[in-house]
C-alpha cells in the first residue's frame, strides 16, 4: 500500500512539473536561470576571498615570526658577546648571567623559528589553495559571461518565436482556417449564402409545380384571353378593324 501510494504521488509531481513548465513564461525562466548563475558566483567569489584573505594573513604571521627569530637571534648573539667581554674584564658572574640571557634567547629562537617554519607551510598551502580559487572565479566569470550572451540569443530567439506565431495566427485567419474570436470566416459565411439560396430554389421549384400554381397560371391564361376580347371590341367599336394578330 505504502510502494503505491509513493508511487502516485511521484507521479503526481511529475505532472504538475510538467504541466508548471508548459504554463511558465520562458523569459522568466531565462532571468531564474541567470539570477540563479550570478548568486553561485557571488558565493564562490566571497569563498574566493575568504581563502585569498587566509592567505595574506598567514604571509603577514610568517613575516612577523620570522622578524621575531630575527630579533632572537641578534640579542643571543649580543649576550654571547657582552659574556666574553666580561669574562675577559675578569666578570665571571657577570659573564654567566650573560650566557644565561643567551641561552633563554636561544630557547625562544628555536621555538620562533618552529613557528615560523608551521608559518611558512601554511602559507606555502594558502598560496595554491589562493591560486585555485581566482582560477575558479575566472573560469566561472567567463562562464556567467557566456550565460548571459546566451540570455541574449535565447531572447532574441523567444522574440523572434512569437512574432512567428503572431504571423501564424494572422496567415490562418486570412485563409479562413482559424476565425478570430466570434467573428465567422469567409467560408462559412459563403456556405451559409449557399445553403440559404439553394433552399430558396427548392421551395420556389415545390410551389411551380403545386396545383394552386397551376391554377393561378390557368386563371390568368383566361383573363389574358378576355382582356384581348374586350379590346378588339373596343377597336370595332370604334371602326379601327382588327388586327392581323388578333384575326389569326
Do not use: C
Amino acid at each position: 500500500m505504502f510502494k503505491v501510494i509513493r508511487r502516485a504521488w511521484r507521479y503526481l509531481v511529475f505532472a504538475l512539473s510538467g504541466r508548471l513548465d508548459e504554463l511558465s513564461d520562458p523569459r522568466v525562466q531565462i532571468e531564474q536561470a541567470i539570477q540563479e548563475a550570478k548568486e553561485q558566483h557571488r558565493r564562490l567569489t566571497e569563498q574566493a576571498a575568504a581563502v585569498i584573505g587566509n592567505e595574506h594573513e598567514l604571509e603577514m604571521r610568517l613575516t612577523r615570526s620570522l622578524e621575531e627569530s630575527g630579533k632572537l637571534q641578534a640579542n643571543a648573539r649580543q649576550a654571547l658577546l657582552l659574556a666574553e667581554r666580561a669574562r675577559a674584564a675578569g666578570d665571571e658572574r657577570k659573564a654567566r648571567s650573560y650566557e644565561e640571557s643567551a641561552r633563554a634567547f636561544a630557547s625562544r629562537l628555536v621555538a620562533a623559528e618552529a613557528a615560523a617554519q608551521d608559518a611558512r607551510l601554511m602559507h606555502e598551502r594558502a598560496v595554491q589553495a589562493s591560486a585555485q580559487a581566482r582560477a575558479a572565479v575566472e573560469t566561472n566569470a567567463a562562464a556567467l559571461q557566456r550565460k548571459l550572451a546566451e540570455r541574449m540569443r535565447l531572447l532574441s530567439q523567444l522574440d523572434q518565436a512569437k512574432m512567428q506565431e503572431q504571423l501564424n495566427r494572422a496567415m490562418g485567419d486570412l485563409s479562413g482556417l482559424t476565425p478570430a474570436g466570434e467573428t465567422p470566416t469567409l467560408d462559412e459565411v459563403r456556405e451559409k449564402i449557399e445553403k440559404r439560396y439553394a433552399r430558396a430554389l427548392g421551395e420556389a421549384e415545390l410551389a411551380s409545380d403545386s396545383v394552386e400554381a397551376r391554377m393561378i397560371e390557368v386563371e390568368r391564361a383566361s383573363i389574358d384571353v378576355e382582356g384581348a376580347a374586350r379590346l378588339e371590341a373596343i377597336r370595332e367599336s370604334l371602326g379601327l378593324g382588327k388586327r392581323p394578330e388578333a384575326e389569326g
